[in-house]
């Protein structure tokens, strides 16, 4: 070998090696396959466990996973279109051991020839910290729906005291005033009239204490189902904001659990709360369907539209709240506003 040949040869193998990530280099065939390796530095030897001249004997075919084998196809294919691609998967070393790599694959000339270089760096620290981060995700979800059941239950128990306790007193009440009214109604009309005014202040007050209930917790949502609540909700909205409230609602039972339900009903209820703090709005729009094996519910209103920068304000603690129930149900949820022409709240979960 003449001494100008060595000595560029010498250099490209010092720069082969200097190299931290695994290197491989291979001949693409006649019928589009990658041949042997033929050339590895040594951080290659080292991660897999062979000598140079066994990973000559040896492919990419031989060293990724069974299920990643149909990779090479489209890699192939990437390569001869563009000359480079980057696909993650697998190093399988001597004893089998799985090993996640990033491979970034080029096309060029070596010794006169088409070859591939597949640059493969070890993302096995990324990938733990990935695994760390989802398992982190998937435990504060948990906490968040286990507080939302809990949430749900000292709701329920409240709302259900101040209906037994509460409204039981306030009936007994009435109905001692009514008859002291009575007894007094001969003898002295000014005291008697008195009462029947403090006896439609109670009856006010029983209605306010059956209001606070069912805001808690609606009856209907346990007695009659998500659809039934939906309607009243509507129903009750319209009545109390004078804002004019359209629904479109299935008509049969929906197969959902009790957290379902709950989360859904909340969703709603934020959405109404929003129109009516916010949107300056004369008319809602409501719809919920169930399509493809997703259940879809739409609040729309006609009212000022919501921005960008109140979508993303981490202070509104209103659509923190939506987003998170949405995120319990392995669902998602999109806002999105027209300044002047109103804003469309959608959540979408799997349903089977």
């Known amino acids: 070998m003449p001494a100008s040949a060595k000595k560029n040869e010498d250099h490209y193998r010092l720069l082969f090696n200097s190299l931290n990530d ?3 280099v291979n001949y693409i065939t006649r019928d589009n396959t990658f041949s042997n390796f033929i050339e590895v530095n040594e951080v290659a030897c080292n991660a897999l466990a ?19 084998l149909n990779l090479i196809g489209s890699v192939i294919v990437e390569l001869n279109q563009t000359g480079q691609a980057v696909f993650e998967s697998f190093l399988l070393n001597r004893h089998r051991k799985p090993i996640p790599v990033e491979i970034s694959a080029h096309r060029f000339i070596f010794n006169g020839k ?21 398992a982190s995700e998937t435990r504060l979800r948990d906490l968040a729906s286990r507080l939302q059941i809990i949430r749900e239950e000292e709701r329920t128990m409240i709302a259900r005291e101040i209906h037994d306790e509460l409204g039981q007193a306030l009936s007994v009440l009435k109905i001692r005033v009514s008859l002291l009214a009575k007894k007094l109604k001969a003898k002295d009309k000014e005291i008697s009239s008195q009462l ?18 069912s805001k808690l917790r609606p009856g209907l949502l346990d007695e009659l189902g998500l659809t039934a609540a939906l309607q009243w909700q509507a129903q009750e909205f319209e009545k109390e904001t004078g804002i004019q409230c359209r629904y479109s609602l299935p008509q049969n039972d929906l197969s959902l659990d009790k957290d379902q339900i709950t989360a859904i009903f909340r969703i709603f209820q934020e959405a109404l709360t929003n129109v009516a703090r916010h949107a300056n709005a004369q008319k809602v729009s409501v719809y919920m369907k169930t399509e493809n094996n997703y259940l879809s519910l739409e609040v729309t209103d ?10 993303d304000n981490p202070k509104s603690l209103g659509l923190l709240g939506m987003r998170e129930r949405a995120m319990i149900l392995g669902g998602e949820l999109s806002i999105y506003g027209v300044r002047g022409e109103g804003t ?3 959540l979408l979960i799997p349903y089977q």
């Open 196 to 213: 029947d005014n403090l006896c439609g202040m109670i009856d006010q007050t029983v209605e306010s204490v059956q209001k606070i209930s």
């Open 50 to 68: 062979y000598s140079r001249d066994e990973l000559f004997k040896r492919n990419l075919y031989m060293s990724l996973p069974r299920r990643d």
């Open 22 to 24: 695994a290197v491989f």
């Open 344 to 346: 469309n709240v959608k």
């Open 302 to 311: 006609n009212g000022n539209g919501i921005t960008q920068q109140q979508i």
């Open 114 to 134: 088409e070859a591939i270089l597949s640059i493969a760096r070890d993302i096995t620290e990324r990938k733990n910290t990935e695994d760390k981060l989802r």
